[in-house]
């Protein structure tokens, strides 16, 4: 199946290590939008069940009980 117009194959990226979370690599694809010459959506994502969404997972849950500490404090 070849890729839809405008978009690349995807790929995958290696960001630099998380202080926290280490290592993480994700997959993206960039498309090109049609609305105006020069504009891309880029998506990322991960494998699913791989040691890289366990640890988004986990960076998430961090993110989301200080949320919850700010909105109970308001």
Partial sequence: M???????????LQAPDHPLAG???FNYETMELAADEGLYL??????????DAE??????SW??????RTTSKN
């Fill in 42 to 51: 880029i998506v990322c994502g991960v494998a699913p069940g791989s040691r």
């Fill in 2 to 12: 070849s890729p839809a117009r405008g978009t690349a194959p995807p790929r995958r």
């Fill in 23 to 25: 290592q993480l690599t």
């Fill in 63 to 68: 993110s989301a009980s200080a949320s919850a």
């Fill in 55 to 60: 640890a988004l997972n986990l960076l998430a």
